[in-house]
């Protein structure tokens, strides 16, 4: 079964150092996401990405924050200068629509550490 | 703001008797629920889902009951088995956009 594979599993990062998370999602799916965990809360919405723009981001997704799609396959989340608070885990999520019965396919995450 | 609520955050059943979890949501302008279940050092993985135009949706030993009056909605499994041990999370969302997660509930299923 096709999956969404997201590189690298863990991080560590000094604050205020620049972090790429990377995402390859399903390959014929059209809807990026990008959400996170901060250990024992619940899963954030982050942003979501089509047609190679922005189509939607939460509060948590400043300017700090970048998204990119920078050929067919990979879908990166930037961070321009880590925080402590950045620490979570990160997960990519694709979808082939965005319909109003459509699945989120998720990745196995990235543990984001900022020290 | 919470518009996804799941109260209890663990749960404990003995494998083969059912689990009930439950879910509640402030936002009547969702209309597609859904519940996913999370492995330690793995990705959400989709379990099950129910438009609002429906109220119960059952596939296999998931069923998922809405309310929508009561803007509650719960996911059976029965009978549990150990496998079954996992977070799980109830999502909402209104037109496929933007999921909102509730926080989770741990289930252990004991052998």
């Known amino acids: 079964e096709p999956e969404v594979t997201q590189t690298p599993s863990h991080q560590v990062t000094q604050m205020g150092q620049e972090v790429i998370l990377r995402c390859v999602p399903i390959?014929?799916?059209?809807?990026f996401y990008w959400y996170r965990q901060i250990l024992g809360q619940k899963v954030e919405f982050l942003v979501s990405?089509?047609?190679?723009?922005?189509?939607?981001k939460s509060e948590i997704f400043d300017d700090q924050f970048s998204v990119e799609r920078p050929d067919g396959s990979n879908f990166t989340l930037k961070i321009r200068s880590t925080k402590l608070e950045d620490s979570a885990m990160y997960f990519c999520?694709?979808?082939?629509?965005?319909?109003?019965?459509?699945?989120?396919?998720f990745g196995s995450g990235t543990q984001l550490s900022v020290l | 703001d919470q518009q996804v609520k799941q109260n209890s955050p663990s749960l404990s059943v003995q494998e083969g008797r059912i689990s009930i979890l439950n879910c509640d949501y402030t936002?009547?302008?969702?209309?597609?629920f859904l519940w996913y279940k999370k492995y330690p050092a793995e990705g959400p993985t989709f379990l099950i889902s129910?438009?609002?135009?429906?109220d119960k949706n059952e596939d296999g030993r998931f069923t998922v009951f809405l309310n929508k009056s009561a803007k509650h909605l719960s996911l059976h499994i029965v009978p549990s088995q150990p496998g079954d041990s996992a977070v799980y999370f109830c999502?909402?969302?209104?037109?496929?956009?933007?999921?909102?997660f509730g926080p989770g509930t741990r289930l252990s299923v004991l052998p």
């Open positions: 129910i438009s609002s135009i429906k």
């Open positions: 936002n009547s302008m969702f209309d597609y």
């Open positions: 999502a909402a969302t209104r037109n496929g956009q933007n999921f909102v």
């Open positions: 390959s014929n799916h059209l809807y």
């Open positions: 999520a694709s979808s082939y629509t965005q319909g109003p019965t459509e699945k989120l396919f």
């Open positions: 990405f089509y047609n190679n723009e922005i189509s939607e």
